[in-house]
Every structure is written in structure tokens, then in C-alpha cells.
């Protein structure tokens, strides 16, 4: 890769920043596809942040932000406007310039995952779903989803008032049954989304008793593994159809491309996705 003076830079930005993957997978697709931009990592502390994104901006060749942990919900307060599925969730993970002035903000966890849901065949328009866990990627599945149009959309978690509060501001937006829960009990669904964080170990508890599952149910596990997760494994093991959630971040790819102002980069990637997912693949 050739840095020029009319190269346009982004940022990944997040404390820490040493696990990101980012810089990695984009400078690899805009050298080859030739693009001039650079991703480079930073990492910014909580206090300094608001400070550190309006500088940033100040510069001409600055084209936006990556954003991660455990800024995504701080980052949001500061956007000027957000895409719904940030509204909703509190959060975002891409930032540019808005062009009334400000910064416009969007996350595309939940794009991401519903696109996924579009890869491996699986429609939930008109069938009940439960989402497990209501934090940031619950939050963001679950905004999701609602957009989908399902019959039922249920959210588990083990503080029901966090998944009520995510219930309140989806109400307003999409005429669905919407419900929440401190059940994990997948029976009657048809469609059910992991989205906690048990099973990054392989000695965690099943978050969900598969045994409880309809015949014909679909299960996703959005935790980012190299080996199947122990839900994906048992359900397997009792021949339930199981997803793991890697495809949701190549998805979010080319969102990200055409969010800051790459549409033909976009759509080549759309179009296929085989350097994505090997250049994503879990370590």
C-alpha cells in the first residue's frame, strides 16, 4: 500500500484497540481494489473521546470512523442523526460528516445479522422469534428483526426491565407482537438468535435447552469463535438447523463501503463475498 497526500484516512477507534482486525481486512481490500484510503487504529480513553472526534474532523482527508469498544454508545450521544437501528440500540459503528453539518452516525450489527439471515435461507416474516440477551448485539439483532415484519419477536434476558426498555422503543416503530421475558425457553419458536456472551468458553452451560426446540426450528449463535460454539453443537447433535454468527460481519462489509462513499467497492464485494470471509475468518 502507497500513502500519498491525497490519501483519505479513517480511523478505527476504540481502548483497547490491539484486538481489532479492521486495519487488516480494509487496507487489504482498498489496495486491491484500488482504493486510496487507509484504516489506521487508535486508541482513545472514554474522557477524551468527545474532544478526539471533533479534532479528527477537522481534517479535510479525514473520512470517518470505525468505531468499537467501548465507545459505541458514547459515540452515539454525539451523532447529529443516526440510522434507526442506532436510535434504537443506543449505539453506533460507523460515523462521517452529516451534510447539514455534525456528525451522522450508524450501526450495522443488525443489518449485518439480518443479511446473514438472507445468505443461509432463512425468512422470518411471520414467525415468532426469540432474541436471547438484551445487550448492545441484542439490541441491535433485535432492531433488526422488528424491521422484518415477524409474527412475534420476543426478547430473554436475565433483567427484564433492560429488555423491556428495548421493547418500548421498538412499539413505536413496527406493528408486531412484541414481548420480553426472563424464560429462556425456546419452545413455540421458530427462529431463535443467541446473542450473550455464554459460550465463548467451550465448558459454558447451554444458554438454551435444545431439547425444548420445535422440529423445524432455526437457531443462530452470533458469538465469533473458531470452533462451534456449544449451542451450535448440541443443536447439531439433535439435527437443528444451526448458524454460526461470522456471517454477519462479512455483511456489514459492504454497508460499511457505501456508508463512506464507496458504492462501487460495495457492490464488487456484494457480489462476492470469498475474500471476506476468508480475510474475517475467526483465528
Known amino acids: 500500500m502507497t ?8 480511523m478505527i477507534i476504540g ?12 487496507n487489504h481490500l482498498f489496495a486491491r481494489h484500488g ?27 479525514f473520512g470517518g470512523f470505525w468505531v468499537t469498544i467501548p465507545h459505541k454508545a458514547a459515540m452515539q450521544a454525539l451523532m447529529r442523526i443516526c440510522n434507526p437501528v442506532a436510535e434504537i440500540a443506543g449505539a453506533v459503528n460507523a460515523v462521517r460528516r452529516a451534510p447539514e453539518g455534525g456528525f451522522e452516525g450508524a450501526l450495522f450489527d443488525g ?46 434476558n436475565r433483567s427484564v426491565d433492560k429488555a423491556q426498555a428495548i421493547i418500548d422503543r421498538l412499539q413505536p416503530r413496527y406493528p408486531i407482537a412484541l414481548d420480553c421475558t426472563g424464560n429462556t425457553d425456546p419452545a413455540g419458536f421458530d427462529v431463535i438468535v443467541h446473542c ?4 465463548l468458553s467451550q465448558t459454558d452451560p447451554l444458554p ?32 437443528i438447523v ?9 455483511q456489514q462489509v459492504p454497508e460499511y463501503m457505501r456508508f463512506f462513499g464507496m458504492p462501487e467497492l460495495a457492490e464488487t464485494l456484494q ?5 471476506v470471509r476468508q480475510l474475517l475468518l475467526p483465528r
Do not use: W
Request: proline letters at 7%.
Open 242 to 250: 444451526a448458524h454460526p454468527g461470522f456471517e454477519m460481519l462479512v
Open 196 to 199: 450473550t456472551s455464554q459460550g
Open 271 to 275: 457480489h462476492d463475498l470469498g475474500e
Open 111 to 156: 443489518l449485518g445479522f439480518v443479511k446473514g439471515l438472507d445468505h443461509f435461507g432463512v425468512d422470518v416474516m411471520d414467525r415468532s422469534v426469540l432474541v436471547l440477551g438484551a445487550g448492545g448485539g441484542g439490541q441491535a439483532v433485535a432492531a433488526a428483526l422488528a424491521a422484518r415484519g415477524p409474527a412475534r419477536l420476543s426478547i430473554a
Open 208 to 239: 438454551v435447552d435444545p431439547a425444548r426446540m420445535n422440529p423445524g426450528a432455526v437457531v443462530v449463535d452470533i458469538i465469533m469463535t473458531k470452533e462451534p460454539t456449544p449451542l451450535l453443537k448440541a443443536c447439531r447433535g439433535r439435527g
Open 35 to 61: 482504493v486510496d484510503a487507509v484504516v489506521v487504529p487508535m486508541k482513545v480513553a472514554p474522557a477524551h473521546l468527545e474532544a478526539f472526534v471533533g479534532n479528527a474532523f477537522n481534517a479535510e482527508n
Open 15 to 26: 481502548d483497547p484497540v490491539a484486538q481489532v482486525r479492521a486495519p487488516e481486512v480494509y
Open 3 to 10: 500513502i500519498t497526500g491525497k490519501t483519505k484516512v479513517f
